[in-house]
Every structure is written in C-alpha cells, then in structure tokens.
C-alpha cells in the first residue's frame, strides 16, 4: 500500500530552521513529482515546493525562495523539506505529496509547523 509519513515538525523561533521529512513506501519515484504543501489556519492549502522524482528538477512558490529546499533521497525512498529563515507567516500545517504521472496524488497525514515570534 502506498502511503507519505511526515516526521520533524514542531515549534521554533522566528529565524530559526527546522527539517521536514517525509517517508515514501511502495512509490518509484521516477514515476512521481514529490512535495509539500502547506495550510494555515483560515487559509486554503498551498503549494509550496515539490521536486521531480525523474531528474531532480525542483520547483519553488515565491514564499519558499532562497529559504526552503527540497531534496529526495530514490534509494531510501524519503524526500526532506529543509526550513531556513522561518518566519511565524510560515506556521501551518505542512503536507507531504506524490503527484504520479499515472496513479493520481497522494497526500501524507500532515506535520505542525509553528514559528514563534
């Protein structure tokens, strides 16, 4: 069965980092664009960063340049979203995602992200 297992989110400071992980079982990545969404209290979900599971070409939303970086480990199955600069506009609720090309989205259970200021 295929399923996204989010790890490491939590509470930090304004200006702080913090490493999202999320573990992929039963997915090939090269069949899959992999990344994280995000929802904030009140808000819609947003995209935020995702990556091709193919040739590594990452793609970035305006609110995650020169601060988040996404990166996918195809060996261990596992894709990192790394948080630097944070800021307490960038607490939410941060999904895991496997877009596939064939098979359709799946979405992980969702990590809190909290930034205080």
């Known amino acids: 069965e295929r399923q996204l297992v989010e790890s490491g989110g939590g509470l930090v400071q304004a200006g702080g980092s913090l490493s999202l992980s999320c573990a992929a079982s039963?997915?090939?990545?090269?069949?899959?664009?992999l990344g994280w969404f995000r929802q904030a209290p009140g808000k819609e979900r947003e995209g935020v960063i995702c990556?091709?599971?193919?040739?590594?070409?990452?793609y970035y939303t305006d609110s995650a340049k020169g601060r988040f970086t996404i990166s996918s480990d195809n060996f261990n199955n596992s894709v990192t979203l790394q948080m630097n600069n944070l800021n307490p506009e960038d607490t939410a609720v941060y999904f895991c995602?496997?877009?596939?090309?064939?098979?359709?989205?799946?979405w992980g259970q969702g990590t809190q992200v909290t930034v205080s200021s």
């Open positions: 039963e997915f090939d990545f090269d069949d899959y664009n």
């Open positions: 990556i091709s599971g193919r040739d590594g070409t990452t």
């Open positions: 995602y496997a877009a596939g090309y064939i098979t359709g989205v799946y």
